[in-house]
């Protein structure tokens, strides 16, 4: 499901052709093998000869040992740490640096942190890089009566609740007696694909007695938010930008490219899915070696893809 979002993007793929790498090579390889492949396209299911990625898993093994054996791990963590070994091989043979990498150019996001000392009002700003972003997944109204209609929580309000400004516990390094600041993110520069992941996990304790007299037992267990998300077909984050021609761009539109799905109850258990975008628009459902076309609209529409949708990739509309 990570790689159907990759070959989602056909120009960041031929970035990777040619560099002679274990990583780069599996991934362009595939991506020929893809191509060559015959398709039958029916209404409703495009019957296609299945391709085995096992030169990508090898090729993974070969620089990592994260991921080693047959056991189900979690989609993001892995995208992520591909797209980090990607970069590296890159990095490794285009050691001049005489234009941007690939891998920066679609999944880097500068961040502008700005902490302000809640004491003396002085600022300092740093920069960080992000390769996706991760949002909160919440719901508007926790405890509705019978009557009620809970608002279902949509991606821009996770991505206001990202960017909103925190309260932090650090000692002002001017004043040294402001021990609180507000910290503020500003997007300082923008990637072509943009990777939102849902935070459907979450990591909590299980206190259990064991005894008189002696302390409860703390086991820490890992839950998964269920609750609908509504992912829009585009996204504008201009309100987030910080760059000098802030007030002449009128958006920074993103538009909706592929989404991952993950159904069952932990990371590493369940099952993935994904939506993608292919050729002249068409959005195809992958689901193992099973493919079928579908709609845009009936994908965003349906309660069980609100529940399960995970990971979500947004391309830069140029």
């Known amino acids: 499901s990570s790689l ?6 056909p120009e960041f793929v031929s970035g990777l ?5 274990v990583l780069c090579e599996s991934i362009t390889s595939l991506s020929n093998t893809l191509k060559n492949t015959t398709s039958v396209t029916t209404k409703t299911t495009m019957h296609q000869t299945a391709v085995n990625p096992r030169c990508i898993k090898e090729a993974v093994d070969a620089v990592s040992d994260r991921f080693l054996g047959n056991e189900q791990r979690d989609a993001h963590e892995f995208l992520s740490d591909l797209i980090d070994r990607l970069h590296d091989e890159l990095k490794e043979k285009d050691k001049d640096r005489k234009k941007k990498l690939v891998t920066d150019r679609f999944f880097r996001t500068d961040m502008d942190v700005c902490l302000k000392c809640n004491n003396c009002g002085y600022e300092r700003t740093m920069q960080e890089m992000y390769r996706h972003l991760s949002i909160e997944v919440d719901r508007h109204d926790r405890y509705p009566t019978e009557e009620e209609e809970i608002r279902k929580w949509k991606v821009e309000d996770g991505l206001k609740k990202f960017f909103d400004p925190q ?10 007696e402001g021990t609180t600041a507000t910290q503020t993110l500003s997007i300082a520069s923008f990637p072509k694909a943009l990777i939102l992941q849902l935070k459907r996990f979450v990591v909590r304790e299980r206190k259990t007695e064991t005894g008189s007299g002696q302390p409860p037992s703390i086991e820490m267990i890992i ?15 201009a ?4 760059s000098v021609q802030k007030q002449q761009q009128k958006n920074i539109q993103y538009k909706l490219a592929g989404i991952v799905h993950h159904h069952g109850m932990t990371p590493s258990s369940g099952h993935y ?6 050729d002249k628009n068409e959005w195809i459902s992958f689901d193992d070696w099973r493919t079928s076309t579908t709609e845009l609209d009936r994908l965003l529409e349906d309660p069980t893809n ?12 140029e």
């Open 239 to 242: 309100r987030f930008d910080n």
């Open 273 to 278: 899915t994904a939506d993608v975008i292919r």
């Open 167 to 176: 309260q932090l516990d650090v000692t002002c390094e001017k004043c040294k």
């Open 223 to 237: 839950s998964k938010n269920k609750d609908p998300v509504l992912v829009p077909p585009k996204i504008n984050l």
């Open 306 to 317: 609100q529940r399960t949708s995970y990971m979500l990739l947004y391309t830069l509309q």
């Open 17 to 21: 052709t040619g560099n002679g790498s």
């Open 4 to 9: 159907q979002l990759l070959y989602t993007l």
